[in-house]
């Protein structure tokens, strides 16, 4: 990796949501705003198919004829898929209609693939199906439901349901696992991991059904891989007839085990697993993760184990690769097309959606990355293929990310498709270059641009955002709240809510200091967006820590609130009791 690292002007301005410029002592090429903002290697381009759409864009496919149909990430009732038709074959689509969603979409509803002439999408908790009709952009066939997920959900986390198809007529759906690693009391530090962990009975897994059966739940499936935590990004390799996916690893190494961790590893730590799935296979969650650092899986500290013990973990799946950590990949396409170089043919894009938890070193990821194969196999590292969805590098809070990329679809004539999640921008990326003269040059500049960021393994020192300077809010604060809530308090615009702004925070002082000591389960509304996560209880701070976190989230953030006394928490902590 190159270690000069890139010297950008002060004048790096977002122009028009179209891009940015860099200046760099490698002379490298300013992108042309035909690209929509994006950096691509030599010889591909981009266009922009929609600058945005109303409820935003999560999972996306491309019909036979062109037409894109994408799950929308906010949605009422009847408008969860949103259709896109180009009359004019001028690259931008001019025909947009809403449909499909037989209720209310919860904020992290996804998936869209397109099987055997039928739409198929789904919610957190739904997989619904139309038959396409040709040459209609809107099916005009009732909408079915094909799987519901019927066990209680009373949290938000992992129950997202992507989906993908054999060759045999089945369907693959995950069961995200509702926990960070099966501990006894989720998310609190020092609490042990269950063994064996219940959660595997019917979650942190992939689960295999009927694609044509109306009207499933979980037990009309075949449970076919396990040790899976949580997985958005799933494909079906056809090329070698394999399930492949891209796994987020666990949270909170810092925050749950500082004695254990600092926050060095806790950002590159644990990997985001790249596997083959096979029927049977345990992927090793939440006994065990991978260290790509030291290319092995390890004992997780909930299981007794220190970053370095390996204890059982030797018996569990090994990825094909190991990214680094909190990337989230959300997106996997393996390419078929013909349109592309060969050097692309076969191998798998990645839609990396942009980390949350790397405090106190920059986000990573936030492009789209390619991984090489070759008979079946990885065939070389993994590369950064488009880059720009942010708008800026270094990133420090997730907010600040213009555009986080997340679903890519593969067209008729072999460009793939890419959407985003904050604005609903959607490209179409060609190539138009020589396929004959391609090279791996092309490649080695999209790296260069990248190493502002460190995106294989940040500096221990020099990349540490709070060097030289005191911690943003304190240590408590830098602990325990910036993995989710981020350093400028603004939350990562759908899992995690803001403080900035919110009467959570500025309101009631007593509730306020409830959330901190009990935790806080369920769906919630804060600026008119709802949330429907879990807020962890931090019962096990001292009075005074969280009067001083209370009342610095009370007056920064753009909040103009009172103090909260280390008396007032110890009244309301002994009414607890």
Avoid at 40 to 61: K, Q, Y
Avoid at 108 to 137: D, N, Q, W
Wanted: charged residues 25%.
């Amino acid at each position: 990796m190159l270690k000069k690292r890139l010297k950008w002007s002060a004048s790096l301005l977002f122009l028009l949501g179209l891009g940015f410029t860099q200046h760099s002592d490698q002379d490298l090429p300013v992108v042309n705003t035909k690209n929509g903002g994006l950096f691509l290697p030599d010889g591909f381009e981009a266009t922009v198919v929609v600058d945005s759409l109303p409820g935003r864009a999560r999972h996306i496919a491309v019909n036979d004829n062109g037409d894109i149909y994408v799950k929308a990430r906010f949605a009422d009732k009847g408008e969860s898929v949103i259709a896109l038709r180009d009359t004019n074959k001028d690259g931008r689509a001019d025909v947009i209609k809403h449909f499909g969603g037989a209720a209310k979409e919860r904020a992290y509803g996804t998936a869209m693939r397109i099987y055997k002439g039928y739409l198929y999408f789904s919610s957190e908790l739904v997989v619904y199906r139309y038959k396409l009709t040709p040459g209609k952009l809107v099916p005009d066939s009732p909408e079915e439901v094909i799987l519901t997920d019927d066990h209680p959900h009373g949290m938000h986390e992992h129950i997202a349901k992507p989906i993908t198809f054999d060759d045999k007529g089945f369907m693959y759906v995950p069961f995200g696992a509702n926990s960070n690693a099966c501990q006894e009391q989720n998310r609190t530090p020092g609490s042990k991991g269950m063994d064996p962990c219940p959660i595997l009975e019917d979650h942190g897994g992939i689960w295999k059904f009927d694609a044509n059966k109306t009207g499933q739940l979980q037990k009309d499936g075949t449970k076919f891989a396990t040790g899976l935590r949580s997985v958005v990004a799933l494909d079906w390799n056809f090329q070698d007839n394999n399930l492949y996916a891209v796994q987020h690893g666990r949270d909170d190494l810092l925050r749950l085990w500082p004695q254990l961790y600092n926050g060095w590893q806790s950002a590159m730590l644990p990997s985001e697993e790249f596997l083959r799935i096979k029927e049977g296979t345990h992927a090793g969650w939440p006994y065990c993760y991978w260290d790509q650092m030291q290319s092995k899986k390890v004992l997780n500290p909930e299981y007794g184990g220190d970053g370095k013990i390996v204890g059982q973990c030797d018996q569990y799946e090994k990825p094909l690769i190991g990214f680094p950590g909190h990337w989230a990949p959300n997106d996997i396409l393996f390419y078929q097309g013909n349109q592309f170089p060969e050097h692309y043919k076969n191998g798998s894009f990645i839609a990396f959606h942009g980390s949350t938890n790397r405090a106190p070193y920059p986000q990573s990821s936030y492009f789209i990355g390619f991984v090489p194969f070759k008979n079946g196999q990885v065939a070389g590292e993994y590369e950064v293929f488009a880059d720009g969805f942010a708008g800026l590098d270094p990133i420090v809070n997730v907010s600040d990310a213009v555009y986080r990329p997340m679903g890519i679809a593969m067209g008729p004539d072999g460009s793939i498709y890419i959407a985003e999640t904050e604005k609903g921008k959607i490209w179409k990326v060609t190539y138009k270059g020589n396929k004959k003269k391609f090279n791996k040059t092309a490649m080695a500049k999209m790296e260069q641009r990248k190493t502002m960021s460190h995106i294989r393994t940040p500096d221990f020192v020099n990349d540490n955002l709070d060097k030289d300077k005191p911690v943003a809010g304190g240590k408590v604060y830098s602990v325990y709240c910036t993995a989710c809530h981020q350093r400028n308090g603004m939350g990562d615009s759908q899992r995690f809510p803001p403080l900035g702004g919110a009467e959570w925070v500025t309101g009631d002082k007593e509730r306020l200091i409830k959330v901190l000591l009990n935790g806080l389960e369920g769906p919630i509304e804060v600026k008119g967006q709802a949330y429907n996560n879990v807020m962890p209880q931090h019962s096990f701070l001292k009075d005074e820590e969280i009067s001083e976190v209370l009342t610095h989230i009370r007056s920064n953030f753009g909040n103009n609130a009172g103090p909260v006394t280390t008396e007032e928490v110890a009244k309301v902590r002994a009414t607890l009791k």
